[in-house]
């Protein structure tokens, strides 16, 4: 079974710093393309940024300059950096992998974060 594990939520004042992971497990193929998504309370789900496996990235412009993507060599893991952190950044954030087959895409638990002004 696949499974995507996020870690590295939490609280953090307005211009603090966060560091999300997530790992890719039960899988023995590299994934083309993971990134993050987030849902904020009262809204939709949205792209926060992506990372292709030649490490190409596309980031929402709500987080540019702000957001950095990365992921390992094994092409399973991805992590997103996040500074200068502002109230309007709180949700609850999902790591995304892309199924490069005819399944489901994978799809992290979500991992809360909340930034206080």
């Known amino acids: 079974q696949v499974q995507l594990v996020e870690s590295g939520g939490g609280s953090v004042q307005a211009e603090g710093s966060l560091r999300l992971s997530c790992a890719a497990s039960?899988?023995?193929?590299?994934?083309?393309?993971m990134g993050w998504y987030r849902q904020a309370p009262g809204k939709q789900r949205e792209l926060v940024a992506t990372?292709?496996?030649?490490?190409?990235?596309n980031y929402a412009d709500s987080v540019k300059g702000r957001f950095t993507i990365s992921r390992g060599n094994g092409k399973n893991t991805v992590d997103l950096q996040m500074n200068s952190l502002k109230p309007e950044d709180t949700s609850v954030y999902y790591c995304?992998?892309?199924?490069?087959?005819?399944?489901?895409?994978?799809w992290g638990k979500g991992t809360l974060v909340t930034v206080s002004s």
């Open positions: 995304y992998g892309q199924n490069p087959g005819y399944g489901s895409d994978y």
């Open positions: 039960g899988i023995g193929f590299s994934i083309s393309a």
């Open positions: 990372i292709t496996s030649g490490r190409a990235t």
